[in-house]
T-cell receptor
Framework: GAGVSQSPRYKVAKRGQDVALRCDPI?????LFWYQQALGQGPEFLTY????????KSGLPSDRFFAERPEGSVSTLKIQRTQQEDSAVYLC?????????????FGSGTRLTVV | AQKITQTQPGMFVQEKEAVTLDCTYD???????LFWYKQPSSGEMIFLIY??????QNATEGRYSLNFQKARKSANLVISASQLGDSAMYFC?????????????FGTGTRLTIIP
C-alpha cells in the first residue's frame, strides 16, 4: 500500500486478556519501529527491527510485551495479560533506510483501551 | 534531564499569522538529527521538516522553516501564513546518530489552534 497500515484501529480489551496489534509497513521499508503514546504525551519508543532482526527492544515496558517481524515485512506487537496502564495509542513507523533524513512514515495507530 | 523540551502546551494563533513553536534539546552526541511532526486528530504522525546537526543552513519546506540555533540547542518550528488546517498537535523529536540507536525521542508536544 501507499502508507503504513495498522489494525485494528481500535481495540477494547478486558484486563488480563491478550491482544495482538498488527503493522503493515510500506513495501520495501527496512526499518520498523513501535511506539507507545499515552494520552497527552509524546510517543515513547518500544522496539526497533531492521528487516526481521529485532535490534533494540529496550523500550518494552515489561516481559508482557513481545514484538516480532518474522519475514521482515509485517510486524505484530503482542501484549499478554493486559493491564489498565497499557491503555494507549500504539504507533508503528517504517523507514526505507534506518538513517534517512526523510523521517519515518507513521501509521494511524491502534488505540488500546483496557477495561 | 529531558532530551526534548517543548514548553508550550497550547497556542492560539490568528489565521494568516506566523507562529513559532519552541523546542530545546539535550544531547552529548555531536551528530544528531532533529525532526518536527504534525499529529492531527486522526492520529497519524506527519513528517514536516528535518535538520541535521552539521547542516549549515536552516531547513525549509514550503511554509515550514526550522530556526536552528546549535549553541543554544534550540530547534524552533516556524509556520508562516497559518491556515485552519494547521490546527493539530506538533511534536519535536531527535535521533542521536553516533549512539547507534535509531529511535526517535519525542517531546510532549504543543497543541496549536488556528482561529479564523
Amino acid at each position: 500500500g501507499a502508507g503504513v497500515s495498522q489494525s485494528p484501529r481500535y481495540k477494547v480489551a478486558k484486563r488480563g486478556q491478550d491482544v495482538a496489534l498488527r503493522c503493515d509497513p510500506i513495501s520495501g521499508h527496512v526499518s520498523l519501529f513501535w511506539y507507545q503514546q499515552a494520552l497527552g504525551q509524546g510517543p515513547e519508543f518500544l522496539t526497533y527491527f531492521q528487516n526481521e532482526a529485532q535490534l533494540d527492544k529496550s523500550g518494552l515496558p515489561s516481559d508482557r510485551f513481545f514484538a516480532e517481524r518474522p519475514e521482515g515485512s509485517v510486524s505484530t506487537l503482542k501484549i499478554q495479560r493486559t493491564q489498565q496502564e497499557d491503555s494507549a495509542v500504539y504507533l508503528c513507523a517504517s523507514s526505507l533506510v534506518a538513517r534517512g533524513e526523510a523521517g519515518y512514515t507513521f501509521g494511524s495507530g491502534t488505540r488500546l483501551t483496557v477495561v | 534531564a529531558q532530551k526534548i523540551t517543548q514548553t508550550q502546551p497550547g497556542m492560539f494563533v490568528q489565521e494568516k499569522e506566523a507562529v513559532t513553536l519552541d523546542c530545546t534539546y539535550d544531547t552529548s552526541d555531536p551528530s544528531y538529527g532533529l525532526f518536527w511532526y504534525k499529529q492531527p486528530s486522526s492520529g497519524e504522525m506527519i513528517f514536516l521538516i528535518y535538520q541535521g546537526s552539521y547542516d549549515q543552513q536552516n531547513a525549509t519546506e514550503g511554509r515550514y522553516s526550522l530556526n536552528f540555533q546549535k549553541a543554544r540547542k534550540s530547534a524552533n518550528l516556524v509556520i508562516s501564513a497559518s491556515q485552519l488546517g494547521d490546527s493539530a498537535m506538533y511534536f519535536c523529536a531527535m535521533r542521536e546518530v553516533l549512539s547507534g540507536n535509531e529511535k526517535l525521542t519525542f517531546g510532549t508536544g504543543t497543541r496549536l489552534t488556528i482561529i479564523p
